[in-house]
């Protein structure tokens, strides 16, 4: 029989080269008239060891990595098809700590199967969830998703099953589900990963959501900055389509689904629902009023059910297993699993998919490995571009909705972006502001306006020029645009100026005023 061997097609992986380490394990196999199969699989979301090469040995998975083209020859010589000794050995791929101390759900298959194999997918648990919700009622589907306490992993933690219950409950002869894969936060990957990794396990989800309200058609809104995924998913959805896991009689019942991919243009903006339903009606990407909610009038006007990548991933496995089985992880309200992705200043920058509960110093040391610079972290960014600058004395903060909000944070995407003390926090709080300036939709104006003078006061400050008389304006400022802003766009870019200006006030050359937390 074939020996498998595992080669990385996740877009990580090829940026490290990993198309030309497939290549050359090929070319070296038939070199050494070794009979082998590669297997393309997602990544581990073990970046720092990307291309990681697994083999199925008698022993279990052996890892080697970071694998370049150029040793593949010596891995042929050191017998790596058995899990030889080679200066990239790194063990049983399941005992790696990394690995072995995650709680992996949503994540449950990806790196493990071929992502496009419907076998491998069923042979791992797939589809078992969307047989379970074609044997419910929609009420019952609808409840099986509140009884998890899932809530939405896009950002705003909204209960997914409240959401749902809201587009069951609308009567509407169309009704739609729409994914939001536009993942424009800094430091975020998961939901590129998990539909490269495992494209199935999105289907599903999107698919039960379907079947759960009554919607029989369905979108994912993929960034174009993503081709692999774009692809992946295409290829995915033309095979689940093929064995009848999608399409007008899903499994033989009479229930229907239909899914397609759509490409954004790549604007910050089309990740807030509305604007993305406007992106994905052929307009340009603008915030929409609320209400009506999109659950109540949302894609062309009829209930959508939009959900995060995440969210509906996440779906499968409630069904499959549970709503329990999936509430009992996670603490107070924030219930389940988070996929964390480690990103900027650290030595293992990667994926970690625990239960909600796990610190930010477990993250940063036990799993990120502190700074890669070696020298001491000094502020973390947590949920994207919006989130609070977060100071060293705030590491032991849980991951938690309600524990990060109470110290004026928030847990978002999942992302964790890492500064060594080196940062400059004024141009961090500078670049806020700018960002929001470069990608506000303009409709409202205290962002379109006032993040550009946000970027001037910044300036004034840092340049010692009346220095009070602008901290003054900038608080002013935060607080008109926290409060007069249309979106979270405007309304949360406050949040990691102020943090900055809190936490680390000599950066701005100001002595702190307040007592800091
Ligand atoms: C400026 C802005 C950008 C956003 N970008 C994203 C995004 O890239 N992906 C995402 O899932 N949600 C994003 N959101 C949140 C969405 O508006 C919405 O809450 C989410 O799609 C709902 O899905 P969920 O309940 O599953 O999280 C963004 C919100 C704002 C205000
Ligand atoms: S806050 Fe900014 S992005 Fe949001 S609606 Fe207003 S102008 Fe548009």
Redesign the pocket.
Known sequence: MSIRVYVPRDSSALSMGAEAVASAVASEAARHNADIAIVRNGSRGLYWLEPMVEVETSLGRIAYGPVTNKDVASLFEADFLHGGRHALLRGPVDEIPYLRKQERLTFARVGITDPLSLEDYAAHGGWQGLRAALAMDGASAVKQVTDSGL????????P?GI?WKTVLDTPSHQKYV?C??????SG?YS?RMIMEGDPYVLIEGMAIAGIAVGATHGYIYV?SEYPHACQILADAITLAREQSYLGANILGSDKAFELEVRKGAGA?????????LESLEGKRGM?RFKPPLPAISGLFGKPTV???????ASVPIIFAKGADHYRNYGLGRSRGTLPIQLAGNLKHCGLVEKAFGVTLRELLYDYGGGSASGRPLRAVQVG?P?GAYLPEQQFDTPLDYEAFAAIGAMVG?GGIVAFDDTVDMASMARYAMEFCAI?SCGKCTPCRIGSTRGVEVIDHIVAGDEREKHIALLEDLCDTMINGSL???G??TPFPVQSALKYFPNDFHVAPKRKVA
């Open positions: 809530r939405g992993r896009g950002g705003a933690a909204f997914a959401k729409v939001n894969a536009d993942e424009g936060d975020t939901d960034r910050y903006i089309c990740g807030e629902e509305t604007s993305l915030v939009i959900n995060n990548v995440i969210t509906l994207g919006l995407h990608e979106c979270a766009l309304g949360m």
